[in-house]
């Protein structure tokens, strides 16, 4: 019988990001990426939501803001998670810095036509040498399209007020899977590093040639790492 997997997908991006990780999983997870999320503007609101979509017991992957709010999940209901997967995320809370150029980004978007995921943020995102990926950058820009202005500044709000989960991790008792991309600027590896010594018993892959977001950029790779921690 196939486990249920809850993937949960970052800030602007939609549930077709896990479209390479489904393809590969199906045969081993009953893969499952809600979007009732989509449109709040705290994650435990998000948490609960999802809690009321998901099977009574499932495995759980969340990247980047999908990674928080299933720190979210875990602080609300850790006895229906088999395992957890955090991707290219953080368990920190925000610096001062960086909410305040949330902020200015929330600013921008009310101000001014929602522009999504534009060709300046891409440095962010991905490998240099996928900046280039046509198709690839096309899939991100549909999605925060997708989500659109509201959903960006609801998302960045949650973000913004998000706990400082380091205390939590401690208390997992179930298999974990940490796992970064090498490139990652905008969750680094020394991020990744933390987590994996926090939770006891962590798994810990970095990815080389990949920014923030390996299933995409690395889908052979992701997919074979969380076909071990499914397996563990």
């Not at 999908?66 to 088999?82: D, K, N």
Request: net charge negative; glycine share 6%.
């Amino acid at each position: 019988m196939r486990e249920p997997l809850v993937l949960i997908p970052g800030l602007l991006l939609t549930d077709d990001f896990w479209r390479e990780q489904i393809a590969r999983l199906s045969e081993v997870a009953q893969c499952l990426s809600p979007r009732c999320h989509y449109d709040q503007d705290n994650f435990g609101d998000m948490a609960r939501l999802i809690l009321a979509e998901a099977p009574d017991r499932f495995a759980l992957c969340g990247l980047s803001m999908g990674g928080y709010v299933a720190q979210e999940i875990m602080r609300q209901a850790p006895q229906r998670v088999t395992r957890v997967a955090l991707m290219d995320t953080s368990s920190r809370a925000d610096t001062p810095e960086q909410t305040e150029r949330r902020r200015a980004l929330i600013n921008l978007s009310q101000i001014g036509k929602f522009k999504g995921v534009t060709p300046q943020l891409l440095p962010l995102l991905l490998h240099p040498d996928n900046q280039t990926n046509k198709p690839m950058v096309d899939r991100i820009m549909a999605m925060a399209e997708a989500i659109g202005r509201d959903g960006f500044i609801k998302q960045q709000t949650a973000i913004i007020n998000r706990p400082d989960g380091r205390p939590d991790l401690k208390g997992y008792t179930v298999p974990a899977l940490v796992l970064c991309g090498r490139q990652d600027v905008l969750t680094p590896l020394e991020l990744h590093d933390e987590m994996a010594s926090l939770i006891p018993g962590a798994k810990q892959v970095v990815l080389e040639h990949c920014g923030h977001l390996p299933p995409m950029e690395q889908p052979d790779a992701t997919a074979a790492a969380l076909r071990q921690w499914l397996a563990a």
